[in-house]
């Protein structure tokens, strides 16, 4: 069965910089692209951004574009999230995702999420 | 100011049919498919329907999904109380080239 579980969360001081990262297990990772999705406190979700599954291709959201940099490990079967200059508004739980078979926005399974919290 | 638009809320009492609609335009919904999720309270989001109108397995064909043109509704009959959720459809957005989501439904069960 397909499982992710994120790690690297925690309180961060604004425009200071974090490294999330997503380990997939119980399917075969290289095989499929990757996302990371966000959820600020009581708000809706947000998509962030989308890795295609060799790596060589990435989208971001406006909001993070030039700040947050994904990238993933195959060898490893791990997706990262590298953020940088970190406000306020980047307070929410991230939770990467796989994308299902069927278009960029199917995803078929989430991690539990991590929370990140920028406060100074 | 979500790209895909739905109502903030919806409700109806047990047994009853409820729709959700979302509104996009022609660079997202016009001309991709739609996926919608379900989060229940202090639960991560699961998939409840994709490509439109399809259901993975598991899910109760109490719900469905529809698409029209720049529009898409998903609609859950026979209510529950369990079916208290938030509810959020998505798409890709050809213009933005990435996945746009709707700002939610918080669906209650009255």
């Known amino acids: 069965e397909e499982h992710l579980l994120e790690s690297g969360g925690g309180s961060v001081q604004p425009g200071g910089s974090l490294r999330l990262s997503c380990a997939a297990s119980g399917f075969t990772f290289s095989d499929y692209a990757m996302n990371w999705v966000r959820q600020a406190p009581g708000k809706g979700l947000e998509w962030v951004s989308t890795?295609?599954?060799?790596?060589?291709?990435?989208y971001y959201a406006d909001s993070v574009r030039g700040r947050f940099i994904i990238s993933r490990d195959n060898s490893k079967d791990t997706l990262f999230l590298q953020m940088s200059s970190l406000t306020a508004e980047d307070t929410a739980v991230y939770y990467c995702a796989k994308r299902g078979a069927n278009s960029w926005s199917h995803f078929d399974y989430w991690g539990q999420g991590t929370l990140v919290t920028v406060s100074s | 100011q979500s790209v895909l638009t739905q109502p903030p809320s919806a409700s109806g009492t047990p047994g009853q049919r409820v729709t959700i609609s979302c509104s996009g335009s022609s660079s997202n919904i016009g001309t991709n498919t739609v996926n919608w999720y379900q989060q229940l309270p202090g639960t991560t989001p699961k998939v409840l329907i994709y490509?439109?109108?399809q259901r993975p397995s598991g899910v109760t064909d109490r719900f469905s999904g529809s698409k029209s043109g720049t529009s898409a509704s998903l609609a859950i009959s026979g209510l529950q109380s369990e079916d208290e959720a938030d509810y959020y459809c998505?798409?890709?957005?050809?213009?933005?080239?990435?996945?746009?989501f709707g700002g939610g439904t918080k669906l209650t069960v009255l």
């Open positions: 998505a798409g890709w957005d050809d213009s933005l080239n990435g996945v746009v």
């Open positions: 890795i295609t599954n060799g790596g060589g291709t990435t």
């Open positions: 490509r439109n109108d």
